[in-house]
C-alpha cells in the first residue's frame, strides 16, 4: 500500500489549497480510515482531520469552518479542500489510512502560507 500525497504550495493567507491524497495498491479505501495530520516546524504531528468508512468526518478546532475532508472512493482518493489558510496552517500535511491490516502514512506534502 502507498500514499501519494500532493498539492501543497505557497500561498498567501486567506487562499485556498485542495491536497489530494492518492492510494495505490491492492487495498481499495471502501469502508477504511483515513485522516489528514500536519507538521509545523519545529513542533510535533498533529491530527488534523478524519473521515470514517461510513462517511463521517471530524475535525480540530482550528480548522473547522475553513477545511474539509473528503473522499472518493472510485479512484482511491482522499481530499483536503483548506480555505481561509493562515500562516498557522504552514506545515507539512500527511495522509493516513487505518486498516485491519496496519496503518499507513504517505510522504507528506508542504504548505506554507505567507502573511
Known amino acids: 500500500v502507498q500514499l501519494q500525497a500532493s498539492g501543497g504550495g505557497l500561498v498567501q493567507a486567506g487562499e485556498s489549497l485542495r491536497l489530494s491524497c492518492r492510494i495505490s495498491?491492492?487495498?481499495?479505501?471502501?469502508?477504511?480510515?483515513l485522516a489528514w495530520y500536519r507538521q509545523a516546524p519545529g513542533k510535533q504531528r498533529e491530527w488534523v482531520a478524519e473521515?470514517?468508512?461510513?462517511?463521517?468526518?471530524v475535525y480540530v478546532d482550528s480548522v473547522k469552518g475553513r477545511f474539509t475532508m473528503s473522499r472518493e472512493n472510485a479512484k482511491n482518493t482522499a481530499f483536503l479542500q483548506m480555505n481561509s489558510l493562515k500562516p498557522e496552517d504552514t506545515g507539512v500535511y500527511y495522509c493516513?489510512?487505518?486498516?485491519?491490516?496496519?496503518?499507513?502514512w504517505g510522504q507528506g506534502t508542504l504548505v506554507t502560507v505567507s502573511s
Open positions: 493516513k489510512l487505518s486498516s485491519s491490516r496496519g496503518v499507513y
Open positions: 495498491g491492492s487495498t481499495k479505501i471502501d469502508g477504511l480510515g
Open positions: 473521515i470514517s468508512g461510513g462517511g463521517y468526518i
